[in-house]
């Protein structure tokens, strides 16, 4: 069915196209015909910042693209993609084969007219390994992505953003990465006093996992809000964010996961080999040495079939009694306040020795190993292949995420009560 002969249809386009230059009143009328679609080329691009698809195949005449997520080597995992498709007559179906499987190939992928505001197609249909999506464009050009793009740009725009809403704002760069690039980073620092409580909230170690910067852009933008409970939050704590930390591979479209040397969340060492990495590590140690650290939390998207978000917690044999009863109070605050449409409802997962070999370089661990024993640390993994993970249903899990922390704060995480500073008590 995809390869019908084009002959026919190219000769006529031809032949349109030179009509429609001395009447331009009959190309209007040529492109309501239900084989106008045929006759007009379509056009796939990636040359764009975050950009990923390499073409296997194109039937013009059939209005199907055939891709796979553009390889970059050394960069991890091939499994994010993001392209401009041109040549679209307006309200014509547009068909895009993506594969393979598991991690490219949402059960909706994404589409754009307008490159900024993003909605989900309609279901895909498997094919073999890969993925079929149908869709109705009404445009001539259209973006389609694996799930909604946040760019190096949005991040910077994100920060601006959160400058000019709050006064306590300052935008900094993290550091300059391998790449020569910038890492946009704001901190909301209360002017009256010297903060006794800082947190840490940072999104995208890994490259493809675009869903968690939309999920921190739906904090900072609680966090500027007018809400009283983000005031209080932000009156009364210091609080660092980093939108994307893996800017090199986001810039170019890579996936970033499992990268060489290893990716960002394996990096956590004596010697981390990227500067984000390093640079966080600096500062969490600064923050943890003033005694002001109380909770860190890093955003990631997790496997294809996971439905509802969850937390990958540090192995709880590594916590005192303290940091044992302030995770829990933690969960307990995040249940409360993520009630879905992506529910939290208390799954939890934990990343120690039998996980994997790398456990003690993931953020979390690190965190956990290296700071006062009252400090949470975890990693947050929303997931991305349902119905609800889009802008709105990410944002609204970002916001929910800050009323946790808010309602968490609620209770001095430094206090432990008679009961459980008793020496070698567990809670469990
Ligand atoms: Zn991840």
């Known amino acids: 069915m995809r390869y019908i002969s084009s002959h026919r249809p190219t000769a006529f386009a031809a032949t349109t196209t030179i009509i429609a230059l001395l009447m331009p009143s009959l190309l209007a009328h040529a ?27 194109i039937n013009h005449a059939s209005r199907y693209i055939r891709i ?14 993001y392209i401009r498709v041109s040549g679209i007559v307006p309200g014509e179906m547009i068909t895009i084969e993506v ?10 992928a994404m589409f754009s007219t307008d490159d ?27 973006w389609f992505a694996w799930g909604p793009p946040f760019t190096v740009a949005a991040a910077t725009r994100l920060v601006n953003q959160a400058k000019q809403a709050c006064n306590d704002v300052q935008e900094f760069t993290l550091c300059e990465t391998r790449g020569g690039r910038a890492v946009p980073a704001m901190r909301f620092q209360p002017r009256e006093a010297t903060p006794t409580s800082a947190i840490w909230v940072q999104a995208r170690q890994h490259a493809w996992e675009a869903g968690s910067s939309w999920v921190c852009k739906g904090f900072v933008e609680w966090l500027v809000s007018d809400d009283p409970r983000a005031a209080r939050l932000r009156g009364s704590t210091m609080v660092t964010v980093v939108p994307i930390m893996d800017i090199d591979n986001v810039a170019i479209g890579a996936g970033g996961k499992n990268q060489v040397p290893h990716d960002h969340n394996r990096d956590w060492s004596e010697q981390p080999h990227w500067r984000s990495v ?34 990958y917690v540090p192995p709880r044999e590594l916590m005192t009694t303290l940091r044992q009863r302030n995770l829990d109070r933690f969960l307990a605050a995040s249940r409360i306040e993520m009630t879905g449409p992506l529910q939290f409802t208390g799954e939890i997962r934990e990343s120690g020795p039998e996980y994997d070999e790398g456990w003690k370089q993931i953020s979390k661990n690190w965190v956990t190993l290296n700071s006062r024993d009252h400090v949470v640390a975890t990693t947050l ?13 990410y944002q609204t899990v970002g916001r929910q995420l800050g009323l946790a922390i808010e309602r968490y704060l609620q209770l001095d995480p430094h206090k432990a009560t008679s009961q459980e500073t008793k020496p070698g008590q567990q809670i469990r």
């Open 116 to 142: 900024r505001t993003w909605q989900q197609t309609a279901p895909g249909e498997p094919v073999g390994r890969s993925i079929k999506y149908q869709q109705t464009i009404d445009a001539p050009v259209a």
């Open 99 to 108: 594969g393979p499987e598991p991690w490219a190939t949402p059960s909706q």
């Open 31 to 57: 492109q309501t015909e239900p084989s106008a679609a045929s006759r007009s080329q379509l056009k796939v691009e990636t040359n764009f910042p975050n950009g990923s698809g390499r073409v296997i195949e």
């Open 68 to 81: 796979e997520p553009t390889t970059h080597e050394l960069r991890g995992w091939a499994c994010w993609w």
């Open 381 to 393: 993994e929303i997931s991305w292949n349902t119905p609800d993970s889009t802008i709105d249903g």
């Open 278 to 311: 390093a640079e966080a590590m600096r500062e969490l140690r600064r923050l943890d040495d003033t005694g002001q650290l109380d909770l860190f939390v890093d955003l990631h998207n997790p496997g294809a079939n996971t439905t509802r978000p969850f937390y």
